[in-house]
């Protein structure tokens, strides 16, 4: 998958689930509302501009390897005239720290399982964190579903793809409770969003179900069979699923509040 398919589909992703994660920054425990915000991996900008919106007084700035993702969030960020508070920082979150600017929220979503230590990464957002301030994980178990049934072929690519994933990206869909207790904070809360978006007719959905399907099928398309590759291709061939009116959203995601004590 390209950075610029994966933008499409991180785009897509805040579209169809904005109300999720409003809910999500309205659920923080803050015990005042933050004035420097940190989006750790911040892709294009889902986190960003919940928060910017959510907690209106806030700057944020949006940290991520990749200079593609914070370009187009900068265009957004210039587009809602929001960009006096906002910066982008490129850096890769393996290496060396920029300077953080003591943050009293850090935000990081569908992130953490991407770095090559990330008890090591939760320590150094423990230390860059002003004493009392707030982390907010946010992670999803896996890729979002979006047909019927359909004789369980989105089910057996799902379960190609865990199997595929264990190994390279092992903390996805980790418990980050006791991690995030090793790395010194106190865990305040955690909350599971269940998102059910049922027969969906609206464009963004289809398009959703596009990207994520297409990025399925190159995790998964030397390890399914034969009959399912060729099953998944015609879905994905001529446009079929923009067509169809019975696509669904299902996904989930959670949150764990853990505070610098
Ligand atoms: C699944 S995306 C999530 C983006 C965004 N937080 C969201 O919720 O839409 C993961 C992001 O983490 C970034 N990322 C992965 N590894 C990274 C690293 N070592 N340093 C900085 N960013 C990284 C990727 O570039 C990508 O934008």
Request: net charge negative.
């Amino acid at each position: 998958m390209t950075n610029t398919d994966q933008a499409e589909m991180l785009d897509l992703d805040a579209e169809v689930l904005a109300e999720h994660t409003a809910a999500i920054t309205a659920w923080l425990p803050v015990a005042a509302p933050p004035r420097r915000i940190v989006d750790l991996g911040a892709g294009t900008g889902a986190g960003t501009f919940a928060l910017l919106t959510h907690f209106p007084t806030a700057e944020v700035i949006a940290v991520d390897a990749s200079t593609e993702h914070l370009a187009r969030l900068w265009e957004k960020a210039l587009a809602a005239g929001v960009d006096d508070r906002v910066r982008t920082v490129v850096a890769d979150l393996d290496d060396a720290w920029p300077d953080l600017d003591r943050p009293d929220l850090v935000w990081a979503s569908a992130s953490l399982h991407h770095m090559a230590d990330p008890v090591r990464t939760l320590r150094q957002v423990h230390s860059v964190l002003a004493p009392g301030g707030l982390l907010a994980v946010v992670e999803l178990a896996g890729l979002p579903r979006f047909l019927p049934a359909l004789d369980g072929l989105e089910d057996r690519c799902h379960a190609a793809s865990h199997h595929r994933h264990a190994s390279h990206v092992p903390h996805r869909g980790a418990d980050w409770g006791p991690m995030l207790v090793d790395a010194g904070f106190r865990v305040d809360g955690q909350r599971t969003i269940t998102v059910h978006i049922e027969q969906s007719r609206s464009p963004a959905v289809g398009r959703y179900a596009l990207t994520t399907l297409r990025r399925l099928r190159t995790a998964v398309a030397d390890i399914i069979s034969a009959d399912d590759l060729a099953a998944l291709d015609e879905l994905l061939a001529d446009d079929n699923l923009l067509r169809r009116d019975d696509l669904a959203v299902h996904t989930e995601r959670t949150v764990w509040a853990a505070v610098r004590s």
